[in-house]
């Protein structure tokens, strides 16, 4: 995950390819994840569990077949994927979780941050959203967070979304560590025409980009090739 460059501005990266996960191969996706740490824990499940399961009851090996058959890695006539993954040349370096919001069946039964003070309809499939910015371990601080950004949203604009939602960590009121920051901080998805819809505590936010013109970023490109 980063929050940009060392001045606190975003990173203009021309030399990142991102595509949907199911046009990544297994091996590339679980890259990105690495063998240490928690991406290599959670494998992205987190917000997945369905009704009655508890996350301590799946072994790490039961994760990470999870999101080998959510993305659909692998499968380039894949209908559906998980999310997309950044490249770096022909090395992976990035992964970002962005589906309809429904399919985080965590995200509505027990996370407050994107519900509070808000009048939503948690079964809304046309609303997308970002649950994780993933960027590995070598890779981070260099800008490849905020392309993975400006990517989720024309990945979700492109497969008919409404509207597509984050719920980043605010990283100026203090420290983050890299457990907190999965969600992605706010930096990024300014970057990527975003705006601030609610404030459900100190250090979170939920953002958001309606697809009907009002909000979107000018400079962002409409295909998953950003620089």
């Known amino acids: 995950m980063e929050t940009g460059g060392r001045d606190g501005r975003a990173l203009v990266r021309t030399d990142i390819r991102v595509v949907p996960a199911n046009e990544a191969s297994c091996e590339d996706l679980l890259a990105v994840f690495g063998d240490r740490g928690s991406p290599a824990t959670c494998f992205c499940q987190r917000y997945k569990l369905h009704p009655g399961e508890a996350f301590s009851k799946f072994p790490r090996d039961e994760r990470r077949e ?9 499968d380039p006539s894949a209908d559906t994927t998980s999310g997309i993954v950044a490249y770096l040349d022909r090395e992976p370096v990035g992964w970002c979780a962005v589906e ?23 079964s809304d499939g ?5 649950t994780c910015v993933l960027v590995r371990a070598g890779f981070r601080g260099s800008g490849i967070a905020y392309v993975l950004a400006a990517a989720a949203v024309e990945h979700a604009r492109a497969r008919g979304a409404r509207a597509l939602e984050a719920y980043p960590y605010r990283t100026a009121v203090g420290e983050v560590t890299w457990d907190e920051i999965h969600p992605g901080s706010e930096s990024i998805f300014v970057a990527a025409g975003m705006r601030e819809v609610s404030r459900p505590g100190k250090r979170r936010l939920v953002m958001r ?3 009907d013109g009002t909000l979107s970023n000018p400079s962002t490109s ?6």
């Open 209 to 211: 980009i309606d697809f």
């Open 126 to 130: 046309s609303v997308w959203s970002v």
């Open 100 to 122: 309809p919001r429904p399919a985080y069946f965590g995200l509505a039964r027990v996370y407050r941050v994107p519900w509070e003070g808000r009048n939503e309809d948690r």
């Open 66 to 74: 999870r999101l080998r058959g959510q993305a659909r890695c692998g």
């Open 222 to 227: 409409t295909e998953e090739r950003h620089g």
